[in-house]
């Protein structure tokens, strides 16, 4: 009885200590990693195709075994675009990717897997990589001779050895392929470290990729680290695009999500996972898949250059450490600018397209160039700028998109000719003084009247000056306002000695192609008659406004008083 009293309070004593340790174990080991996304790459909402017929040919005791999947329903009707898919040393069988390779048949994609490697106690004597590659395209150009008409454009995906046998592909006399990509692809042997390889000269090979280019690599990769990944993007100089994602491994709940060499694989293979850890890791299919590899490679067969990758989040609601970009090309060129001037003096509105390529990397944002000098930066998502105030005159505009790589080259030019604003002066007399220089208003202040006396019968003489300010040869319209006494008066605008007033005073007068600084003189004559009265007076606004944007004007005021 005294026994069993001990091994029940052992038994509360131990249970005690085990929720104790539970409620002070880290609430982020309870949180489970993140599912299948509903949308985008990755995910299953592109799927037209049911299901795919698998086909093989050759024998794997000699190198020449492929398989190919062919989708019950093609993607692009009677053909499909070829995913050449090249598996990692040893992983013969295309057991270990199979999900991924049904992802990719449901999407309607062909799959052509060729056996590199050769199997059984042939794999110990197999360590000439030039053979294997030899070995892969003549298996695909096998399997495409199948295939026919139904071949589409050919994609590469490449797994560890794979992806260094897809990034020597066409260096090695490989057919074209529209995109590569590289899941953490091995430049040294691409095996563990006990088997002896005769490599590939890939730095040589490299070069004559001229696909679109990704390459996948993890933190944790022992077999494969992602230096690797940066030498082959340092070699891809042919590339149309390259970029490198590095992910990370985030343990902060369970199961962990592993940026370890297998990661790209599903399933063992019927290979004990002990044996797997030899290889660089173990096999599972999770979010590291879905979100990762298998989105990189559907938006690398889209026609994308680049992708912003989303792990999603733990169950606790915590982000999952998202991928990094380790190197990537500068973005490519922004549309020439639309720029347009406005209505108000000095504005200009300058509006482009963002670059067809952002380098595989986000655009970071934008600069605008005026005349050299900078004069605005944006965010990754504005298109448009304002300049102002803007000298008026001829003005060229680029552009310039950055990246987390840096600045790529600028746009074409766009010009500007910004309308410019005259400057009107008026003298008080054919000789006096002139003043409103470089005073610009709507309506004449003190600074820009003139008045003058003008006995009986004489005549008052103001010439106004006329000013180009600006950079470029502009026109100008000349308006006439008169007020005052509404009779004893009579006002006449000359030029050169040529009579003008009728078209002055009916705003359609132009002094035109007036260069940079130059002047151009009218006289306002204001004649007082014999019925004028002492004290009377008349004014006379004269607006110089531009020919290009018209509410850019100057004006001056003549004032001749009856004395």
């Known amino acids: 009885m005294r026994g069993s009293r001990t091994l029940g309070r052992l ?33 299953t909402a592109g799927y037209v195709s049911a299901g795919a017929t698998r086909f093989e040919a050759g024998s794997a005791n000699d190198g020449t075994k492929v398989w190919w999947w062919v989708p019950t329903t093609l993607r692009d009707g009677a053909s499909a675009p070829v995913v050449v898919y090249l598996h990692g040393f040893s992983l013969t069988d295309p057991e270990p990717y199979q999900p991924h390779i049904d992802h990719l048949t449901r999407q309607g994609y062909i799959v052509v897997y060729p056996q590199f490697n050769l199997t059984g106690l042939g794999i110990f004597n197999d360590n000439n990589q030039n053979v294997m590659l030899s070995r892969a395209i003549a298996a695909t150009q096998g399997a495409l001779g199948s295939l026919g008409a139904q071949a589409g454009p050919l994609h590469l995906f490449g797994h560890s050895l ?37 490599p590939i000269d890939w730095q040589q090979a490299a070069p004559a990729t001229t696909a679109r280019t990704m390459i996948l690599t993890g933190d944790d990769d022992t077999i494969a680290p992602p230096s690797e990944s940066l030498g082959l993007f340092a070699a891809l100089t042919g590339a149309s695009s390259r970029v490198v994602y590095q992910a ?45 590899y298998w989105a990189a490679l559907d938006a690398n067969l889209d026609g994308q250059r680049s992708i912003t990758h989303d792990l999603g989040a733990w169950s606790d609601g915590v982000p999952v450490a998202a991928p990094s970009v380790l190197a990537a ?6 549309g020439a600018p639309a720029v347009t001037t406005s209505p108000g003096p000095g504005l200009v509105q300058v509006g482009w397209q963002a670059p067809g390529d952002d380098g595989g990397a986000p655009i970071t944002g934008y600069r605008v160039i005026r005349d050299n000098a900078t004069i605005a930066t944006t965010g990754p998502g504005a298109t448009t700028a304002t300049d102002q105030p803007v000298d008026c005159g001829r003005h060229e505009y680029r552009v310039v998109a950055a990246n987390d ?70 026109s100008f319209r000349l308006a006439a306002a008169v007020s005052g006494a509404p009779t004893g008066f009579r006002v006449r ?71």
Not at 168 to 185: E, F, Q
Not at 446 to 459: D, E, W
Request: proline share 8%; with cysteine.
């Open 329 to 334: 090309d500068l973005p490519g060129v922004p």
């Open 405 to 474: 790589v840096g600045e790529g080259p600028p746009s074409a030019v766009s010009v500007a000719v910004v309308p410019c604003r005259p400057d009107a002066e008026i003298a008080g007399s054919r000789t006096g003084p002139f003043v409103g220089a470089d005073l610009y208003r709507d309506t004449p202040g003190a600074t820009q009247l003139q008045t003058a006396p003008v006995a009986k019968r004489s005549t008052a003489v103001f010439p106004v000056r006329i000013g180009n300010d600006g950079e470029v040869t502009s």
């Open 493 to 563: 605008v000359v030029r050169a000695g040529q009579d003008i007033t009728d078209e002055v005073l009916a705003g359609t007068y132009v002094v035109a192609d007036l260069a940079p600084g130059a002047t151009a003189t009218v006289k306002v004559k204001v004649t007082a008659f014999r019925r004028s009265t002492w004290g009377s007076s008349r004014k006379v606004d004269v607006t110089v406004a531009s020919t290009a944007t018209p509410t850019l004007v100057d004006v001056v005021r003549a004032r001749a008083v009856r004395r």
């Open 11 to 43: 038994t509360v004593t131990l249970g005690l200590v085990a929720a104790l340790l539970l409620a002070l174990a880290s609430p982020a080991w309870a949180a489970t990693p993140p599912g299948r996304q509903a949308t985008g790459y990755g995910s």
């Open 248 to 292: 990370h491994t985030d343990g902060r709940g369970s199961p962990g999500l592993d940026a370890d060499h297998m990661s790209p694989i599903q399933s063992s293979g019927g290979i004990p996972n002990f044996l797997l850890q030899f290889f660089g890791g173990t096999a599972e299919q999770d979010a590291m898949d879905w979100r990762y």
């Open 162 to 198: 794979g992806g260094l046998l897809s990034a020597s592909w066409m260096g090695a006399g490989g057919p074209a392929v529209d995109s590569v990509t590289l899941a953490n692809p091995s430049t040294g042997a691409g095996a563990p470290s006990f088997v002896t390889i005769v």
